[in-house]
């Protein structure tokens, strides 16, 4: 399956911003759709994600901020964030894979990558 982000931009401190990741292709045994967030010189992180059935998954820091949502029918994943900060500043990265739930938060388990779409917070 392929992936591809959209959404991102430059906003200020405060705002809010959807990202969306559409898929293409065949969606294979991809029962979990997540958002990495990757900041300069630092590893990819995990940020959020949302099994098939709808149960969610966040980091600490975005809890109560970010959304992540999902659309079965269309192979879509959306990620809204509110309250947007300068630490939120990063490439996003929406990922797809099988991945059992002890795994969700590690990159590595995930077998399809988006190309990411760059979020900028201004002071």
């Given at each position: 399956?392929?992936?591809?982000?959209?959404?991102?931009g430059?906003?200020?401190v405060g705002s809010s911003l959807r990202l969306s990741c559409?898929?293409?292709?065949?969606?294979?045994?991809?029962?979990v759709m997540a958002w990495f967030r990757q900041a300069p010189g630092e590893e990819r992180e995990f940020i959020a994600a949302i099994r098939r059935?709808?149960?969610t998954y966040y980091k600490d820091s975005v809890?109560?901020?970010?959304?992540?949502?999902?659309?079965?029918?269309?192979?879509?994943a959306y990620l809204q964030m509110d309250s947007l900060k300068p630490e939120d500043t990063g490439v996003y990265y929406c990922a797809a894979g099988n991945v059992i739930l002890s795994e969700i938060r590690r990159s590595r388990t995930y077998h399809s990558w988006g190309q990411g779409?760059?979020?900028?917070?201004?002071?």
């Amino acid at each position: 399956v392929q992936l591809v982000e959209s959404g991102g931009g430059l906003v200020q401190v405060g705002s809010s911003l959807r990202l969306s990741c559409a898929a293409t292709g065949s969606s294979g045994n991809a029962n979990v759709m997540a958002w990495f967030r990757q900041a300069p010189g630092e590893e990819r992180e995990f940020i959020a994600a949302i099994r098939r059935g709808g149960f969610t998954y966040y980091k600490d820091s975005v809890k109560g901020r970010f959304t992540i949502s999902r659309d079965n029918s269309k192979i879509a994943a959306y990620l809204q964030m509110d309250s947007l900060k300068p630490e939120d500043t990063g490439v996003y990265y929406c990922a797809a894979g099988n991945v059992i739930l002890s795994e969700i938060r590690r990159s590595r388990t995930y077998h399809s990558w988006g190309q990411g779409t760059q979020v900028t917070i201004s002071p």
